[in-house]
């Protein structure tokens, strides 16, 4: 996982160090460690951590120590270790366990945080803007942050250079999300979005396990049905729509589609299953039911189908799915031409 000499490369850095810890980065770390905001936190802390070594050290050497300590555990000696570093308040009156329990989702956190930034345009621009221009603000809660980025020297990521460093940022990300695998190796959510990062380098075997140990192992249906999910589009992907329509189907059968609306796209999916499968009475009856159940969806469904021609191509190859779509749309395809 990691090599001894960057271990004591990096606490000897952190030691010797003149400067204080950087007091907007140990806010936002302190917030990661206590769950709070976290998506916000992780969006600053990730921006303060590609600007800032001095607190890019302080960071790598709280994981090095952890990761140390998963292996060779002294009770007490990792917060001993760790108070001794500056930033003291941050873990003070924890016991190793909770340390590590709280460092796995700050390592979570940020390993989301730079997949997403990796992978998201919108994400991309929007933690861009984390360091603040220092001038464009008043005294606000705006402006404390931009007192912290005055404090360590940051004054701005531009967007170009987090795009140039995509592929170092899903890296990074997968390391963040494997060492809080390390430190909590049944968190789901650490696991779905590793499997993720395995979908997007083109690692498809590998993003199936991390998947289906979810899907078999975790106690919490959002996180199950978000497995189901992605393995459904990876078996379609993989043109086994049989398997694909199982997960997708498994999805509404566990209630969840009922409980929470925003999981309804899954009959989407359903739908485009069986019309590759040639099951057109059941595509008729999926299209039916998200005409008259989803509308605020219906919308979204049929821009989707009209900007896929492969999708349209298979409809009007067969004579039955065709006329199940145009029995509930006659116009579905006088708008897709």
Not at 57 to 81: C, N, T, Y
Not at 273 to 288: D, I, K, P, Q, T
Request: aromatic share 8%; with cysteine; net charge negative.
């Amino acid at each position: 996982m990691f090599e001894h000499s960057d271990f004591l490369d990096a606490i000897r850095n952190v030691r010797s160090s003149s400067r204080l810890l950087c007091s907007g980065f140990q806010r936002d770390l302190s917030a990661l460690l206590d769950g709070e905001l976290a998506d916000k936190h992780a969006q600053r802390a990730l921006a303060h951590l590609e600007s800032c070594h001095h607190c890019a050290e302080f960071f790598q050497a709280i994981r090095l120590q952890a990761l140390a300590h998963k292996d060779l555990a002294v009770p007490g000696s990792l917060a001993r270790r760790l108070r001794r570093m500056r930033g003291e308040d941050l873990f003070e009156g924890m016991t190793d366990s909770e340390i590590l329990r709280r460092l796995a989702a700050a390592f979570y956190q940020l390993g989301k945080a730079y997949v997403l930034l990796a992978t998201d345009g919108e994400y991309l621009l929007h933690v861009a803007e984390e360091p603040v221009e220092i001038d464009h603000f008043e005294k606000t809660e705006v402006a404390e942050a931009a007192e912290a980025a005055r404090e360590s020297g940051v004054y701005r990521v531009s967007v170009e250079d987090l795009k140039e460093n995509a592929h170092t940022h899903l890296i990074r990300g997968r390391k963040l999300l494997d060492e809080a695998l390390s430190l909590k190796p049944r968190f789901a959510e650490a696991r779905l979005y590793l499997g993720f990062v395995c979908q997007v380098q083109g690692d498809h075997q590998q993003a199936a396990e991390a998947y289906r140990e979810v899907f078999l192992r975790t106690d919490r249906l959002r996180n199950r049905a978000h497995a189901a999910i992605q393995l459904g589009l990876i078996y379609a992907g993989q043109n086994d729509h049989r398997r694909a329509l199982r997960m997708f189907r498994w999805v509404v059968a566990s209630g969840l589609v009922a409980r929470c609306p925003e999981f309804a796209f899954v009959l989407h999916n359903i739908l485009v299953e069986h019309v590759n499968l040639g099951n057109a009475r059941a595509a008729g009856e999926m299209l039916r039911r998200l005409r008259a159940d989803y509308p605020e969806l219906w919308e979204s469904v049929c821009q989707w189908m009209h900007r896929s021609p492969d999708f349209l191509s298979r409809v009007q190859g067969d004579a039955d799915c065709r006329r199940e779509f145009e029995a509930v749309e006659p116009a579905f395809f006088a708008a897709s031409a």
